[in-house]
């Protein structure tokens, strides 16, 4: 494609541009294959603001003509009195509203945003574009891998293994190329196990208790169906799992009748009669659609101007977004308990066992395992748990709160940990070594980036168009030492201790830093921090 | 009173106590006059805690014969069985349990409780007890006065005056000895504006705004009745408080069809064709046993156990709470809009003066007045404009949310200044000098205390009972500087700006410290806290 088609105007000169914690500035907007650019020149320096337009997530544009007698008047004079509106709303919650001169001008310029902010071919994106002289598309790209992942399970490796079922990603095309299984269970077992869940997504290890030896596992619904079949290798798998222990856990992020009713699709749940080891536990987790609409409530009600405390209060009860913290962190704590308090082992899954699967594994490894309360450790949990397990984000995140198309598989499953993770920040302070801004930072990459990590919905997909050596790394970026500084959290002390969070109704709050962002009193926290840090770093020498 | 006439039992051995953050003991119980003491000799050390009887405002008792079958077996048994639990619930929100051995115990004990924790005679109170060795009683009582207050004033003092028309008492038995007032009017025509205002409250000045000579004045409602009388002298005071400035604000804390039934029964306001140069401006501030019953509610939201997100959040909603604390924040503000941008100076009122207008007048000085922010200015400014200025704590803060006693002048109203504080530190955390522990020990001092700051209703009350020689005075131990440490802001930066609250409903937050203290993740907010102080005293020493 050629952006230039989709660029009838590039430039429009006296636009006035007003976005929070500003005043409204004139200045040229320019837009570009992937941007807009606002330039004010008339102070003593430029100020630009460059947007990505893959930021934004709608637009409400509005054209008047100033004279309001249009049809009485010479045509010569229309251009120069009418003029338009653009209202741009972003995925990142930002709103932003351009005054443009001239009617046409307007017109032009929201087209253009509406068609390349929505472009449905990921190789035209930004990241396959972004070029800048720092990075190299020879650095490293990725964290970690499942080689380096189990090389560092240690005494784990006695009876498991990596497994090369999937390395051309037939078996499992939302699967990385190699995970870790069972030693005793071989590849054509894998196989036959992959076939009867749903989308090939067998049980693999997700997490490793160093402490008690216990496991984590993961994958999505037995294709049991309404005729309850068996696959002798899937229970095979689950019982190496086990392992000599008298039983494991399965979360399922269904209710039980939601698991019931999964038979009549072809879907269905490990039966006490053919895993009489496992014992069943149902927490039902909302996903899709609900969550998507949860988050558009949540928005609207935080962007609610009418200074009435009940019905802020009430609109917040009403979107049900913190209903949902909580039950993704209970969960979540479920799980935790099931491994270090009970000492079992658990098998989590929903139907897909690509959302809400991999939001309560990635909590549960948060309470448990201190290493993934570091900055590394904690993106690396993301790429683990998230990029490379086939959170698909090219479905989820390609609308926001804002957008009127709604698609049907956007959901903000991967913003509803960033949250929990917000949650567990908040009532351990000095648990995690990252803090706010990185979360922020994450929420709005995965909508729009400069950056590779979080485009497409799985590896394959990302192995067929040479993602690796044709965009950048968000996560080696967000690591080098002059990027990091700024998301560590000065307050952090590592413990090996689970940290156990509280999901009492009471202790859980609105994220006030992502969904209020915009607002006034969030840039006075800002400031407290900056504080906090400069009293830790220059005097202390701390960083 | 003979204290001992109501302990029959002073002693009892082997009684399990259950408390908040401690796993349960077994020690002695002791009940004295005004405390219940509670020790624990099992470890190497004696663990104490030290109970203000004053502090308890509800128990609940149940007594059990733990076999069940009394009637059938030698009455010799019955007493090594039986036992009694009491439930202590206390004023600062925390809730304990008693587990006593004993039926009969049981019951002196709780009976023991209900007599002491209700002592209505003031002089019976342990503030005239207590005597520490640390403090004396020839220590100085209170932080200013008002002369000293007056002589602050500069500018002020060329148009204003000291009046000692109540030095005595007999004109406004709520006012202090001394009040300022604008210089042309004497004491004559206060003597009658103060026949005109309910309790004598005339107009008197609260808040003298340096920056443009503009002041907050405050009053109860003029008693205008029925048949819309006037006062000549109420009419001038006023006159001369704007002096040659176009127009003040009469801000009422009444909606006005409160105003308007206020004549009904004598009350009134000040009437625009009465009152020419002063407009005036209604906002509804709830009181008085809404404000109770709203405490009620919240402090029973917040122990609710479901684990129900919708239905905390709806609880919280119903109790009203955070809409009173935004109302007092967005009055304060418009009365502090009035004075600073508008340029104009206000009256604040409601019916008697003792309740909302000093929480207004309170908030728009922090609002306004940097020094008010620091440790030493809050606490003096409480003394003028709570203590001083005829709060009347002793009948506000008899009973607290837990009480079933329904007395007819409890109310929360400096609890909700407290919040309202806090709310203020919560969104510039860098404005003021004190911090969250310092409201935290207000909060709890103003219901029950060693000291006698928050005793009686007024300076008349306090003076007649000689509390200045008789007890200490807690503002001045808050300044010591072993004490005062403990309650300042690490991140305290002067600031000479106003600080305008956020009023925005999302701004608004539940103040957990308070609400939420004996819960888990209070504790480790603490914790935060305190690290943030050790890097910034033990570090950089700056404390």
Known sequence: MEFAEHIKTANVEDVVLKQPFHAPMKGTLCVTGHHLLFSDRSGDSTWQLLLLLRNIDAIEKSVENLLGYSSHTSSNFRPAVSSGTITVKCKDLCILQLDIPGMEECLNVASSIETLSSLDSVTEMYPFFYRPSALSLDDPWGLSTPEKHYDQLGALQVKWRLSKVNSDYSVCPSYPHSVIVPECVDEQALLKAARFRQGGRFPVLSYYHQKNGMVIMRSSQPLTGANRKRCKEDELLLQAVIDGSD???????????????????????????????????????????????????????????????????????????????????????????????????????????????????????????????????FLSLLEREWVQAGHPFQQRCARSAYSHARLRHEAPVFLLLLDCVWQLSRQFPLALQFGEPLLLRLAKEAYASDFGTFLCNNQQERCGLDLKDRTHCLFQFLLRSSVREQYINPLYESTDLAIWPSVQPQSLHLWTGLFLRWTDHTQIMEEAREEIWSIVTEHCGRS
Chains 1, 2 share one sequence.
């Not at 399922?252 to 053919?274: L, N, V």
Request: net charge neutral; glycine share 8%.
């Open 247 to 377: 039983k494991g856990y399965v979360i399922d992020t269904r209710s039980t009748q939601q698991a019931h009713q999964a038979r009549m699709t072809g879907g269905g749940f490990e039966s006490k009669s053919c895993y009489n080891s496992w014992k069943r536990i149902h927490r039902h987790m909302e996903k899709g659609k609900v969550l998507q609409e949860s988050l558009i409530k949540l928005v609207e009600a935080c962007s609610d101007q009418s200074h009435n405390m009940d019905r802020w209060l009430s609109k917040l009860e009403n979107s049900k977004w913190l209903s949902h913290v909580h039950t993704a962190l209970s969960t979540a704590g479920l799980v935790a308990e099931c491994v270090e308090r009970d000492g079992h082992s658990v098998l989590v899954h929903g139907s897909e066992g690509t959302d809400t699967t991999l939001l309560v594994c990635t909590l549960a490894q948060l309470i448990l395992d201190p290493d993934t309360r570091t900055l590394h450790g």
